[in-house]
């Protein structure tokens, strides 16, 4: 007979026997003898039913923001309540699971640079990092050249696999069209420890910094960026194929570069945060850094890589307008 069943057993009213003295001869557990639970209330059935329906417009909404809506709605609940009702209706809110961070033990792991250092320029540093993106089948992974001042993007792709090759693609694009940056920092991914991504930095002469091992807050930018891409964008939308991926994600990219002012810069779009400083930059003869806004074509040119949509004009990064793709290793960031 199963623990189960024993529990079955134990009469808690009118029992010549004790609930405790029951448990001591069935050999259960008296903590896991409780009475049976009571029945959801209609309070409760309607705080769910509001739940459901603003988890279906809102699926990225976990038990807080939940009971901050609800409260909107004329039901003052606290956030274990939401977090009870939530279990109880099976709902979860979206958020990033997959670790795409997997070290190489082959891989030289470079010192945390950023501490304490005061970051007050453009192109002083440069981070990146490597996301995924759910599908409606399967997933994709993303990866960003963003400056540290700016939160400007300069280059990113999107890939269908985990490899080093799109993040050092994203790279050479972003040090071929804005310079370079005097520091270049990551996490310990093996896609940036890798020898063809520090090599790469190695040839233009940027230091590099990484982060330390389960310390995201180190490159605190651009987790913040994934978290407004996915909530804004990517869980909005279930993308069907990889062209709508890649023109869904290009259109909030634009956005985030053109239109999306930044209250911590004075409520300036990246975008004019980084060309505000261009000038400067570029004047100044001893500086190690470099300004390619001066020099960025106003027209587009075709992409050489050979993927669908091999000679169709591409748009400049910081506008961001991607076109339609199929399938391929790389499938991402429209050359400039």
Not at 85 to 91: D, E, Q, S
Not at 195 to 213: E, Q
């Amino acid at each position: 007979m199963s623990r189960a069943e024993r529990r079955g057993l134990v009469e808690r009213e009118a029992s010549a026997l004790p609930v405790s003295r029951q448990c001591r001869l069935l050999a259960v557990s008296r903590a896991s003898v409780y009475r049976p639970p009571a029945e959801i209330s209609e309070e409760d059935c309607a705080i769910m039913a509001l739940i459901d329906r603003q988890y279906l417009a809102r699926p990225y909404y976990g038990s807080r923001r939940m009971a901050a809506w609800l409260a909107t709605q004329g039901h003052v609940v606290n956030r274990k309540r939401v977090q009870r009702l939530m279990r109880l209706a099976g709902l979860v809110a979206i958020y990033q699971r997959p670790n795409t961070s997997k070290p190489a033990m082959a891989h030289k792991i470079y010192p945390y640079l950023l501490g304490g250092l005061s970051i007050e320029r453009v192109n002083q540093v440069w981070c990146s990092d490597v996301t995924y993106i759910p599908m409606a089948k399967g997933f994709l992974y993303l990866v960003v050249i963003m400056d540290w001042v700016s939160r400007a993007v300069l280059a990113w792709r999107l890939s269908n696999t985990l490899g080093a090759d799109f993040c050092v693609e994203a790279l050479e694009e972003a040090l071929s069209q804005y310079g370079r940056p005097e520091i270049f920092n990551t996490d310990q991914g093996s896609q940036f420890t890798s020898d063809d991504f520090t090599d790469t930095l190695k040839r233009h002469a940027i230091t590099i910094s990484m982060d330390g091992k389960g310390r995201y807050m180190d490159n605190i930018f651009v987790e913040r960026l994934w978290r407004s891409l996915k909530y804004e964008e990517v869980y909005l939308n279930a993308y069907a194929s990889v062209a709508e991926a890649k023109a869904g994600i290009g259109s909030w990219l634009g956005f985030y570069n053109e239109e999306r002012q930044h209250q911590s810069l004075g409520y300036r779009t990246p975008r004019q945060a980084y060309e505000a400083e261009c000038p400067w930059i570029c004047g100044r003869s001893a500086s190690p850094t470099g300004c390619a806004f001066a020099h960025i074509p106003t027209g587009t040119t075709a992409n050489h890589r050979m993927d669908i949509d091999q000679g169709e004009d591409r748009s400049n990064v910081m506008s961001v307008a991607p076109s339609a793709i199929g399938a391929g290793t790389e499938i991402g960031r429209a050359t400039p």
